[in-house]
């Protein structure tokens, strides 16, 4: 009873609101419907492997060109919207600029991501962020995403297995770049932790690819059982 009551006033002083636009809402952390419609949320059909986007449905096993070729090497993944001019505007702050009360509609957006995946996994793993980074930012944006997404799931948050070194930034580089720049970056500090285990890698931004391949080779060289990944949005480019 008191604790309601204190919610209540709780909910008088700071009465919920969207934490993208300020607009009234009736749950804290919950998107108002002009901003919800505004992102391009990515639904089916998609390719049931790497989650990219198709026009068309060409049944449930019909794999997009890339993942057709051979050339995605996570088990799969899956993002809840598009890299577009609304995500960006939500991922850039979260990101860089301390708005971190967004976490909670992003990692909600994810699980709704993974509802069509099986997702008996052992590890939920925040792509790690190299010490001086992190130190510079404060907090590791991933591991926000992660952790809310571990909790439902009743797995372990991992944000220790693996080390980063630091590389500057990746974002004037080609794909092929991004690849040869993110080589060799990540160490896994814990092998007993990942051996045998299946894991969910968690990002805010799948670009090229890159970090996120890179990522899984050392997980699997260190003998896990299967990596896959889950980020809030993606760069759609046309295959
Ligand atoms: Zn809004
Ligand atoms: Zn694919």
Redesign the pocket.
Known sequence: MIARTFHKVIEFIFPPACPVCGAPVSVHGELCADCFGAFEWIDDPK?P????PLVYDAGPNA??P??AAGE?DLEWLRSACRYEEMSRSVVLPFKHGGRIKHARFMSRAMMWALRDVDCDFDIVMPVPLATARLRHRSYNQATLLARPIADVMGVVLDVDSVHRIHRPDMGHLTSKQRHENIRGVFSVVNPDKVKGRKILLVDDVYTSGATLSELRRVLMRAGAKSVCGVTFCRVVRTV
């Open positions: 390719c492997r790497c989650g990219y794999q997009c890339v993942c995605f």
